[in-house]
């Protein structure tokens, strides 16, 4: 129902002064409007574009059909930053899932010093990816971190994971999930505080214990929440660019490539500008297959509550 | 949940245990979490001798904070020996402007289309709301090409530009979804007594939005001051944010590695935006949830 709409109801007659309102908001909405359809829409459009041209060092509009994207799936370098995709991402939102939960689940246990608690799981959201890349690269140097720490305890440990091309995509994952996990946790707590206490208290008197409570109906009804956090986490995980950059630079060799970072080295060291574009509207496309889904039914949901 | 130990009948031994049990996981979550923070504050104030023969643990025997003026004034980056300084200012110069005109802009917007909705309006805010999902490699090719264009390529002002235009999705997803609860009859009252667009914008949503300006303008801080991905796209030289002067100074190979520095430069970058967090924890958490989460 427009205000507008009301106003004019009230006064009787539209006025002039009235009509000239309803365009003021037009007006003021029109320039972010035009940015979006130019800096959004067309770059998307201009990139979809490039990935289906000719283009190499410098953009080049002669059509190319699907070459681009051919010689994408030819390139072996692109494989790996699949897969990575895929390990990367699959053990970090399980991850970040199971130590959110766990976290949240444990801090609802009416827990003396909460809050300290809370604020010390959650402050390295606050950080730039690049300072985390920075921190744990020194912690997993082996020359002079963790492994060189205990082997001054006389433990005989190796964890040189940094240089070896199996082992580096775990530190990765190790480095995004203490960056990301507070957050799942806060997220989940939220959702936590939200259940009906009611039935809680109807189960408890009904002699269910702790751990069924939580298997059966507390974390049933928070089912939304994983939703919400899974889709954040593969968004994340998807767009990872700046953590690999600080702390593998995708080595050693390409073995910790991600899609991102692949797309940015196409495009700006390696000047394949065609093939950095059709990187990237693979990307486009896998975020789409994630947020729209969801947001179908956040909309969906909307509409029926 | 937090009722139910009322219920618990006797406490037992085991319960006590579980007790204890649960602290004991919640420390060492804790000790995790503060790890690295710990590491980076304890390197930057030990010297490089300190570094070599007690390795990594361990609080520092002398403390000196030279690494860390050799890290603002004094570090190269690049060919430039002048510290992370200039850079630092960079990101101050490109954040500060960026996140006024994004949260300004979020206003207006996020007031006109709830309270002064037009045919259309809707399909306005949700072709706005999908600069919120793309990732955003979709985008900078072009951009970098525009940016040279328009010769504002390795200057701070086309990142202020970059980020009002990518930032502006997310601060009118927070002003819409704020100003929806603001009830309609308090703009229809105004209507009637004859107050237009912009006053009732300055007079009755203004003083309404502390709340929301701030969780606005701490996610935008924290999202610009943080971003790497356009500032090492579009501005890898002198015009460079702190993040990318950071990185280059961290994997810079030349020389002897001064971890020390290094850690400095890091928590000098991570300064900001770590008192934003403390000072105000709880905006940040709601905008963090609410950016995320996209209403």
Same mark, same amino acid.
């Given at each position: 129902?427009?205000?507008?709409?009301?106003?004019? *109801?009230?006064?009787?007659?539209?006025?002039?002064?009235?009509?000239?309102?309803?365009?003021?908001?037009?007006?003021?909405?029109?320039?972010?409007?035009?940015?979006?359809?130019f800096f959004v829409y067309g770059f998307i459009f201009w990139t979809i574009y490039v990935s289906f041209s000719e283009s190499r060092m410098l953009p080049n509009y002669t059509w190319a059909g699907i070459d681009r994207y051919v010689q994408l799936w030819n390139t072996p370098r692109w494989h790996t930053a699949i897969t990575n995709l895929f390990l990367f991402?699959?053990?970090?939102?399980?991850?970040?899932?199971?130590?959110?939960?766990?976290?949240?689940?444990?801090?609802?246990?009416?827990?003396?010093?909460?809050?300290?608690?809370?604020?010390?799981?959650?402050?390295?959201?606050?950080?730039?990816?690049?300072?985390?890349?920075?921190?744990?690269?020194?912690?997993?140097?082996?020359?002079?971190?963790?492994?060189?720490?205990?082997?001054?305890?006389?433990?005989?440990?190796?964890?040189?994971? *940094?240089?070896?091309?199996?082992?580096?995509?775990?530190?990765?994952?190790?480095?995004?999930?203490?960056?990301?996990?507070?957050?799942?946790?806060? *997220?989940?707590?939220?959702?936590?505080?939200?259940?009906?206490?009611?039935?809680?208290?109807?189960?408890?008197?009904?002699?269910?214990?702790?751990?069924?409570?939580?298997?059966?109906? #507390? #974390?049933?009804?928070?089912?939304?929440?994983?939703?919400?956090? *899974?889709?954040?986490?593969?968004?994340?995980?998807?767009?990872?660019?700046?953590?690999?950059?600080?702390?593998?630079?995708?080595?050693?060799?390409?073995?910790?490539?991600?899609?991102?970072?692949?797309?940015?080295?196409?495009?700006?060291e390696r000047n394949q500008l065609g093939i950095g574009a059709a990187s990237a509207v693979m990307m486009l496309c896998t975020v789409m297959a994630v947020i729209v889904p969801y947001l179908y039914s956040e909309l969906r949901g909307a509409k029926r509550g | 949940m937090a009722d139910l130990p009322q219920y618990a009948g006797s406490d037992s031994a085991m319960?006590?245990?579980?007790?204890?049990?649960?602290?004991?996981?919640?420390?060492?979550?804790?000790?995790?979490?503060?790890?690295?923070?710990?590491?980076?504050?304890?390197?930057?104030?030990?010297?490089?001798?300190?570094?070599?023969?007690?390795?990594?643990?361990?609080?520092?025997?002398?403390?000196?904070?030279?690494?860390?003026?050799?890290?603002?004034?004094?570090?190269?980056?690049?060919?430039?020996?002048?510290?992370?300084?200039?850079?630092?200012?960079?990101?101050?110069?490109?954040?500060?402007?960026?996140?006024?005109?994004?949260?300004?802009?979020?206003?207006?917007?996020?007031?006109?289309?709830?309270?002064?909705?037009?045919?259309?309006?809707?399909?306005?805010?949700?072709?706005?709301?999908?600069?919120?999902?793309?990732?955003?490699?979709?985008?900078?090719?072009?951009?970098?090409?525009?940016?040279?264009?328009?010769?504002?390529?390795?200057?701070?002002?086309?990142?202020?530009?970059?980020?009002?235009?990518?930032?502006?999705?997310?601060?009118?997803?927070?002003?819409?979804?704020?100003?929806?609860?603001?009830?309609?009859?308090?703009?229809?009252?105004?209507?009637?007594?004859?107050?237009?667009?912009?006053?009732?914008?300055?007079?009755?949503?203004?003083?309404?939005?502390?709340?929301?300006?701030?969780?606005?303008v701490i996610w935008q801080f924290t999202q610009i001051w943080n971003d790497f991905l356009f500032g090492v796209s579009f501005a890898s030289n002198t015009g460079s944010p702190l993040t990318v002067a950071l990185n280059n100074l961290v994997n810079t190979s030349t020389g002897v590695k001064q971890y020390n520095v290094d850690m400095a430069a890091a928590l000098?970058?991570?300064?900001?935006?770590?008192?934003?967090?403390?000072?105000?924890?709880?905006?940040?958490?709601?905008?963090?949830?609410?950016?995320?989460?996209?209403?």
């Amino acid at each position: 129902m427009s205000v507008i709409a009301d106003a004019g *109801l009230v006064a009787a007659r539209p006025s002039l002064r009235e009509a000239l309102q309803a365009r003021v908001s037009q007006i003021v909405v029109a320039p972010s409007f035009a940015l979006v359809l130019f800096f959004v829409y067309g770059f998307i459009f201009w990139t979809i574009y490039v990935s289906f041209s000719e283009s190499r060092m410098l953009p080049n509009y002669t059509w190319a059909g699907i070459d681009r994207y051919v010689q994408l799936w030819n390139t072996p370098r692109w494989h790996t930053a699949i897969t990575n995709l895929f390990l990367f991402g699959g053990s970090f939102i399980a991850l970040c899932m199971a130590i959110g939960l766990a976290l949240a689940v444990m801090l609802d246990q009416r827990i003396r010093a909460e809050g300290a608690l809370r604020t010390i799981y959650l402050y390295p959201m606050a950080l730039s990816f690049i300072v985390s890349g920075t921190a744990w690269k020194w912690i997993l140097n082996p020359g002079t971190g963790l492994e060189a720490y205990f082997k001054s305890l006389g433990w005989d440990v190796s964890i040189g994971w *940094l240089t070896d091309s199996q082992m580096a995509i775990w530190c990765l994952v190790l480095a995004a999930v203490w960056q990301s996990s507070g957050f799942v946790m806060a *997220l989940f707590l939220a959702g936590l505080r939200g259940v009906d206490q009611e039935i809680v208290k109807a189960a408890y008197l009904d002699g269910a214990t702790l751990p069924k409570i939580y298997m059966r109906i #507390i #974390i049933p009804s928070i089912r939304p929440v994983f939703l919400s956090a *899974l889709v954040v986490l593969a968004h994340l995980a998807i767009k990872s660019f700046d953590l690999v950059k600080a702390l593998t630079n995708g080595g050693p060799g390409t073995s910790t490539d991600l899609p991102a970072t692949f797309m940015h080295n196409f495009t700006f060291e390696r000047n394949q500008l065609g093939i950095g574009a059709a990187s990237a509207v693979m990307m486009l496309c896998t975020v789409m297959a994630v947020i729209v889904p969801y947001l179908y039914s956040e909309l969906r949901g909307a509409k029926r509550g | 949940m937090a009722d139910l130990p009322q219920y618990a009948g006797s406490d037992s031994a085991m319960r006590v245990a579980l007790r204890w049990g649960l602290y004991l996981m919640l420390a060492v979550f804790a000790a995790f979490y503060l790890l690295p923070l710990f590491v980076m504050v304890t390197t930057s104030v030990k010297s490089l001798d300190e570094i070599r023969s007690a390795g990594l643990i361990g609080l520092p025997r002398d403390i000196t904070l030279e690494p860390w003026q050799y890290a603002w004034s004094q570090a190269c980056i690049g060919v430039q020996c002048e510290g992370i300084a200039p850079f630092f200012w960079n990101s101050v110069r490109m954040a500060v402007p960026a996140v006024v005109l994004s949260t300004l802009l979020g206003a207006l917007n996020g007031y006109a289309l709830t309270k002064w909705k037009f045919k259309g309006s809707n399909i306005v805010f949700a072709m706005l709301l999908f600069g919120c999902f793309i990732p955003f490699q979709v985008v900078i090719l072009p951009m970098a090409r525009t940016l040279g264009i328009l010769g504002l390529s390795n200057t701070v002002t086309g990142l202020v530009m970059v980020h009002v235009v990518y930032g502006m999705a997310f601060t009118t997803l927070f002003f819409r979804n704020y100003y929806v609860s603001i009830p309609d009859e308090l703009v229809k009252a105004a209507t009637i007594d004859g107050a237009g667009f912009f006053t009732i914008f300055t007079r009755i949503m203004l003083p309404l939005s502390p709340p929301i300006i701030v969780v606005c303008v701490i996610w935008q801080f924290t999202q610009i001051w943080n971003d790497f991905l356009f500032g090492v796209s579009f501005a890898s030289n002198t015009g460079s944010p702190l993040t990318v002067a950071l990185n280059n100074l961290v994997n810079t190979s030349t020389g002897v590695k001064q971890y020390n520095v290094d850690m400095a430069a890091a928590l000098i970058c991570a300064l900001p935006t770590l008192l934003i967090y403390v000072l105000a924890g709880k905006y940040f958490v709601r905008g963090l949830t609410a950016g995320s989460v996209k209403g």
